[in-house]
T-cell receptor
Framework: AQRVTQPEKLLSVFKGAPVELKCNYSYSGSPELFWYVQYSRQRLQLLLRHISRESIKGFTADLNKGETSFHLKKPFAQEEDSAMYYCALSGQAAGNKLTFGGGTRVLVKP | DAGVIQSPRHEVTEMGQEVTLRCKPISGHNSLFWYRQTMMRGLELLIYFNNNVPIDDSGMPEDRFSAKMPNASFSTLKIQPSEPRDSAVYFC?????????????FGEGSWLTVV
């Protein structure tokens, strides 16, 4: 069975400080990993995906298969980064359904 | 493209009433997902369809919940009878076929309150 774990429910940081959101997964196959962001009372939006190896809004995430992790990082948090962040996993072994972690709320204080 | 379209956006209903939530996926997408979001449980996958066929409904909480996809451009999620614990945001999402890394696109959600 596939599972995604986000151990922190809330992260509170000051503007300009680094922020790291942890994500660990379990999956018996080759995973596809994503980070989604949900701003207040809005739809979930894709932030980034591991195969793209891109940086979006200053965020990066590296897939570490040895540690089965896909942590999200940003070196200098901004107030507009305050949102709910979800790590998600998909893959052919699970019929391509997307499984989400429990989410981490990020609060960036001025 | 208008994206994934859900209706109603907000619904308040009394316990015991039937609730029907509707979803129009993005044209050309062949997978459709229904998720439920609550403070306590986060995002839960209820059911998903590939090419209009239900593939996995193991997340449907109980028999009061049912979902249909009669064609590629429409799906419904029905709760009958509704209960206060069904109060949540219900998201529909769709995904194009195929390649690794294809993302899913979410609708704006249907905010359900059962009193």
């Amino acid at each position: 069975a596939q599972r995604v774990t986000q151990p922190e429910k809330l992260l509170s940081v000051f503007k300009g400080a680094p922020v790291e959101l942890k994500c660990n997964y379990s999956y018996s196959g080759s995973p596809e990993l994503f980070w989604y962001v949900q701003y207040s009372r809005q739809r979930l939006q894709l932030l980034l995906r591991h195969i793209s190896r891109e940086s979006i809004k200053g965020f990066t995430a590296d897939l570490n298969k040895g540690e089965t992790s896909f942590h999200l990082k940003k070196p200098f948090a901004q107030e507009e980064d305050s949102a709910m962040y979800y790590c998600a996993l998909s893959g052919q072994a699970a019929g391509n359904k997307l499984t989400f972690g429990g989410g981490t709320r990020v609060l960036v204080k001025p | 493209d208008a994206g994934v379209i859900q209706s109603p956006r907000h619904e308040v209903t009394e316990m015991g009433q039937e609730v029907t939530l509707r979803c129009k996926p993005i044209s050309g997408h062949n997978s459709l997902f229904w998720y439920r979001q609550t403070m306590m449980r986060g995002l839960e996958l209820l059911i998903y369809f590939n090419n209009n066929v239900p593939i996995d409904d193991s997340g449907m909480p109980e028999d009061r919940f049912s979902a249909k996809m009669p064609n590629a451009s429409f799906s419904t999620l029905k709760i009958q009878p509704s209960e206060p614990r069904d109060s949540a945001v219900y998201f529909c999402a769709s995904r194009p076929q195929g390649a690794v890394g294809n993302t899913i696109y979410f609708g704006e959600g249907s905010w359900l309150t059962v009193v």
